[in-house]
């Protein structure tokens, strides 16, 4: 069980405690913890404060909020006010919230981006060793998912090692804090128990001096679980269960449900069934009891598990399913639903084999027993399975096209295929690309009051309208984050004529969010938005192992995203560089230079209308030259 304390020295009642998805709050239960952000939101909603602290609320929101798609939203806000502010303190904890809400959201490599950009605006100041410490332990943690133990335990142990300089007493629960994550590293990821062992007995010290009960309970269940590793299941059930009770005095149901299932496990490979089926049932009544739709999921999927283990495939698959509609309803609808008819698709092809093996294998023990018979029961069989092979390969086929289709949605064909032939993408460097950002004005605002599902299809219905527009234009969508779309122009092959189509394609997309305003009806949610475009090198490649991302880097980068936070409602800003380009084709109003955050003084300019001739420029031919 993971433990990561989130150190604030203006808010320390603020820890966060993690077991692998597990995540609560050690002064408040799950349910509170959510009235907690609620009063928070509405504080922040009404505007009822001094602008001096309107930091302090943002940074509260992303660190408490338990909803980590909330908790993103609030922390990239505290990021962009930090900076407009200038406020290092803020914009470390920007970074520190955006990275454990990535994290939660099972991006690895994003979350681990943002935890380095945090670590590098660290300055010298009083809180300098706890900052540190408290980065170290979120990105041990997101080494230990990915399997990495060496990172794990250096980043661990460099994480103990600050804290242990520290004298507080939430200094004090950081330090044991990353001596029970690194022992839980050990037990859970690595598979060795007796060095976790040691580390467990070394934080229970400390949790006892403290006097600190959830730190007390984590601890006892991180134990049992290392020694029903050690094949002690006597010990291991005792330590869980003492667990179990404090957590139950706390009304912290969250990790007992995680216990529950774990002790699942280790009874049934102890073939223990009768009482492996008991703490799984448990585990689904408690969640339902608290209303836990994870954790409901998650039930639902130990006890397939278990069904499939004991040969009952038809409990197992309606169990399955029902894990599928729990999952439906945490994650984001359109794309887990696309996910989920997936998996279910490749679940029954496993079970329909499974079932078609143990058909052929009695045909084939009747048939031993009746000689005469055996010919004619064999031919049927055969032809059977030849029927249903073929059937097999066509769902193959047709889930081999799927997953290409999908890969072509995320990737650039020539990525894409790069990928499928080598297995590695080789990064390039683009000397001439245009760069686009879009973001929606005051929608964080507006987001926080809306239903979610009526949020996703508002989003979705701009970002199809754009997607459509960039492909028009033959123009490259690189990604959306939150309420901000990105594509580029000149890759993955370089065009001529990369920075009017871009400006075209942004002047269709002014286009599409005015007449979206006026053809509004009902609840529908709309909104405006600023453009900034900026033309220059990039380099391109492929990040992620498991979840693909088509991403590009650079200074060029920076300064779009910096052009449209300068940019206006219903306007489209460009840079100098972009202005060269497409000053003969385009009517631009000089802006004059304007100073931007970390980049000093830059010359900007609002496009106006196209001059004659800037039609001809965008049936330029495409090149093929990388």
């Known amino acids: 069980m993971k433990i990561l304390s989130f150190f604030e020295s203006r808010y320390r009642s603020i820890t966060l405690l993690m077991l692998g998805p597990l995540m609560l ?109 408290s980065l170290y332990i979120s990105i041990a943690s997101v080494y230990a998912s990915m399997g990495n133990e060496q990172n794990t335990v250096d980043y661990y142990k460099n994480a103990i090692k600050l804290l242990s300089k520290l004298e507080d007493r939430w200094d004090s629960v950081g330090y044991a804090s990353a001596i029970e994550n690194l022992g839980d590293a050990y037990n859970l990821e690595f598979n060795k128990p007796d060095s976790a062992l040691l580390l467990f007995k070394e934080s229970e010290v ?127 609808v359109s794309a887990v639903q696309q996910m989920a008819q997936y998996e279910m698709a490749q679940k029954q092809i496993e079970y329909d084999l499974l079932y078609q093996r143990q058909k052929t294998q009695k045909i084939i023990g009747i048939a031993t027993a009746v000689a005469l018979f055996l010919i004619f029961l064999l031919a049927i069989g055969l032809h059977r399975r030849n029927i249903y092979i073929k059937k097999t390969k066509t769902i193959i086929e047709q889930e081999m096209d799927r997953s290409e289709s999908l890969l072509l949605n995320i990737l650039p064909k020539k990525t894409a295929l790069e990928l499928k032939e080598f297995g590695t993408v080789k990064a390039n460097k683009f000397n001439s690309v245009t760069v686009l950002f879009t973001d929606f004005v005051a929608f964080t605002r507006h987001s926080e009051n809306l239903d979610p599902e009526l949020l996703v299809e508002s989003i979705g219905y701009y970002f199809t309208a754009f997607d459509d527009i960039t492909e028009k234009y033959g123009l490259e969508k690189i990604k959306t984050i939150g309420d901000s779309y990105m594509c580029a122009g000149g890759l993955p092959f370089a065009i001529k004529n990369h920075a009017h189509k871009m400006i075209q394609a942004a002047y269709e997309i002014l286009e599409f969010v005015e007449e979206a305003k006026i053809n509004r009806t009902g609840d529908q949610m709309r909104f405006d938005i600023r453009i900034g475009i900026n033309t220059g090198p990039v380099v391109a490649g492929v990040v992620g192992s498991k979840k693909f991302s088509y991403d590009i880097w650079g200074d060029t980068v920076n300064v779009a995203s910096r052009m449209e936070g300068m940019s206006e409602a219903g306007k489209i800003n460009i840079s100098e560089n972009t202005y060269e380009l497409v000053k003969d084709s385009f009517e631009c109003e000089y802006r004059g230079e304007i100073a931007v955050k970390n980049r000093g003084s830059m010359k900007m300019y609002f496009v106006r209308n196209a001059l004659p001739g800037a039609h001809s420029l965008l049936s330029t031919p495409t090149s093929t030259s990388a």
Not at 265 to 283: G, K, L, M, Q, V
Request: proline share 3%; net charge negative; charged share 25%.
């Open 206 to 332: 400390i949790w006892k001096a403290l006097d600190y009960k959830i730190g007390m309970a984590y601890n006892l269940g991180n134990i049992g679980l290392a020694y029903a590793q050690l094949g002690k299941p006597a010990e291991a059930e005792i330590k869980v269960q003492e667990a179990i009770r404090i957590l139950e005095e706390l009304e912290d149901y969250y990790p007992i449900c995680v216990y529950l299932t774990y002790m699942a496990d280790f009874s049934a490979d102890r073939n223990e069934w009768t009482r492996a089926f008991e703490y799984a049932e448990r585990s689904l009544h408690l969640a339902k009891q608290n209303s836990l739709k994870e954790q409901i999921g998650d039930a639902y999927l130990k006890l397939s598990e278990l069904h499939e283990r004991r040969g009952d495939m038809a409990k197992s698959l309606g169990y399955f399913k029902n894990h599928i509609t729990y999952k439906d309803s945490v994650q984001n």
């Open 25 to 133: 709050f050690c002064n408040l239960s799950f349910s509170q913890n959510q009235a907690a952000a609620d009063s928070l939101q509405a504080v922040y909603l009404s505007g009822d404060f001094e602008e001096g602290q309107r930091l302090r609320l943002l940074s509260k929101l992303a660190a408490e909020h338990p909803n980590p798609d909330s908790s993103l939203v609030f922390s990239e806000e505290l990021i962009r006010r930090a900076i407009t502010m200038d406020s290092s303190d803020a914009l470390y904890r920007g970074y520190l919230q955006k990275g454990n809400a990535l994290r939660l959201k099972g991006d690895l490599p994003a979350a681990l981006e943002i935890y380095f950009k945090g670590i590098k605006i660290i300055t010298d100041n009083p809180r300098k060793n706890q900052d540190l410490g």
